[in-house]
């Protein structure tokens, strides 16, 4: 006799396969697809881990007091306006709950951060995709895309996949021309590629505006994606909700120590800011001397084309480069970049790997 099941509300969305064969030739695998950094935590970064895992009979501070107070010396912001969480990802999925219920609208550009969609499906939201212009986000696009329903844009600036990013006068436009009861989060995941003084300015944006959030993370420049640390910086009058919507011990006490260590170092963050920059400058040019065309990254990660309208030739690519050099690169779901593959810029060898290994399926 069949009985009746519960209803679930949530379904996924559609995956593209993954990779799932042994790589050939049994080569090392070097994964190049999820924009992390290749560098391992400092000696301090790695000592501060080790000494919170050795406390690790004791709960972390629930509201992240030292790191917050860290962010925000570090940052020149008050602590107050400052939510960490579980990564970055947490922490647009509390906002998005605070703000967006069944039915309600949000908006993002064409080839926005794919957690904006899978937020919206959760919430049973309505998704409404700007159209770009030159793989960039078109701001008078988003403005006249808002309508009565739209409770909240979601920005990634820079943005991933694509690489690109918005001058700060029209981020400044934007938040000053949409209107004052729709919620703009701006996430900065790749801030810290592209400078110090432009996070400063976009972070000016949250402090004059009632309706703006920053989102930044641990996970790229800082390099602690496997611990998952986030923070927002958000209109005081927010921080409550935030938090009620957050779960209580979300970021965990190894991590809120290592997010604080490697704030400690930015000598060291940078350095390795610069070695990834000069990395990425150096690649470009070589593709593009073997006639590969590669998008303006303002990122740690490029998207590359190898020009002609063929999506089954860059997944020819993807293929060989695993089949070759146990290369891992990503394959853009989105649609409308189906001949793009988007890499992490890696330790230089890796890097050179890449570059040899594009050139051989080139000869091929
Ligand atoms: C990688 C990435 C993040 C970071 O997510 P975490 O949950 O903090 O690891 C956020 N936004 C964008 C656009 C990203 O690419």
Redesign the pocket.
Known sequence: MSQKRPQGYISPLPVRARISRAQPRGLPLINMSF?EVPFGPSPEVAAAIDDATRKANFYGNPTCQALREEIGARNGLNPETIVCGN???ELLDVIARNFVRAGDEIVISEFG?I?FAIIANRLDAELTKVPEKDYTTDVDGLLAAIGPKTRLVFL?NP??PTATMLPERELVRLADQMPSDVVLVI?L??GEFTGFDYCAQIHGLANRFENVIVTR?F??AYGL?GL?V?WCHAPEWMIPALYAARGMGSVNAVAQAAALASLCEPELVQARIDQILSERGRVAAELTALGVSCLPSQTNFMLITLGDNDPDRAEALVMHLFDDAGIIVNRTREKGLERYVRFSLSLPEHNSLLVQSVERFLNQ
Do not use: F, H, L
């Open positions: 924009n990564g970055s990802e951060y957690q990634a943005n991933n996430d995941a790749y993370t996970s790229k994606a998952r986030g």
